[in-house]
């Protein structure tokens, strides 16, 4: 099975900051990387497919890259609604691993 | 709109069975891969089965092969998630998700539905 390693598990922000979550799979996935938003009690959120692909209806400030097997969801000039849980997901072979997600905290 | 929304949840005993069901809308339904995908309290995401809009494969994590079976009716729009010989550990928010792209079973998922719970109990 692909192993996903999501850092950091949580992160204290401000309104306005750069955020940078990282994901990184444990063989490689191609660009078979996703990212998600979820917060509590509500549906999953797609953002990011493909690796750099902003899914419809996203804001622009959210962005993803790739670099060999290393993956980075970036958000730019944070928003007060986007204090959530982040998570990557690989979709290149089942089982579809998740990453341990990432918190966005105010500070 | 696309709306997937998810029922069967609810409190069984270990050992026992639960059919979860996600009733489809807003999309041609047959065309897509559909998966399960859950949420165990205080826990993170876990992807649990998923079966594909072509040529019906099915496709399961470790964790429920042997238990769990997805199945689609196409005639009905609906997804069903057949869970049987149910652990404490399988209790969790149990949601219902579309593929984005047509008939592969293959994330990333772009809608999903509310959830509906399952808890695993004496």
């Known amino acids: 099975d692909i192993q996903m390693t999501q850092s950091p598990s949580s992160l204290s922000t401000s309104i306005g900051d750069r955020v940078t979550v990282t994901c990184r799979a444990s063989?490689?996935?191609?660009?078979?990387l996703n990212w998600y938003q979820k917060k509590p009690g509500k549906a999953p959120k797609l953002l990011i497919f493909?690796?750099?692909s902003l899914q419809s209806g996203v804001p622009s400030r959210f962005s993803g890259s790739k670099s060999g097997t290393d993956f980075t969801l970036t958000i730019n000039s944070l928003q007060p609604e986007d204090f959530a849980t982040y998570y990557c997901?690989?979709?290149?072979?089942?089982?579809?691993?998740f990453g341990q997600g990432t918190q966005l905290e105010i500070k | 709109d696309v709306e997937l929304l998810e029922s069967g949840g609810g409190l069984e005993q270990p050992g026992g069975s639960l059919r979860l069901s996600c009733a489809a809308s807003?999309?041609?339904?047959?065309?897509?891969?559909m998966s399960w995908v859950r949420q165990a309290p205080g826990k993170g995401l876990e992807w649990v089965s998923s079966?594909?809009?072509?040529?019906?494969?099915?496709y399961y994590a470790d964790s429920v092969k042997g238990r769990f079976t997805i199945s689609r009716d196409n005639s009905k729009n609906t997804v069903y998630l057949q869970m049987n010989s149910l652990r404490a550990e399988d209790t969790a928010i149990y949601f219902c998700?579309?593929?984005?792209?047509?008939?592969?079973?293959?994330?990333?998922?772009?809608?999903w539905g509310q959830g509906t719970l399952v808890t695993v109990s004496p």
């Open positions: 063989q490689s996935i191609s660009a078979y």
């Open positions: 079966i594909s809009g072509g040529d019906g494969g099915t």
């Open positions: 807003g999309f041609t339904f047959s065309s897509y891969g």
């Open positions: 998700a579309k593929d984005l792209a047509r008939f592969a079973a293959r994330p990333p998922f772009d809608y």
């Open positions: 997901q690989q979709s290149y072979s089942t089982p579809y691993t």
């Open positions: 493909a690796a750099s």
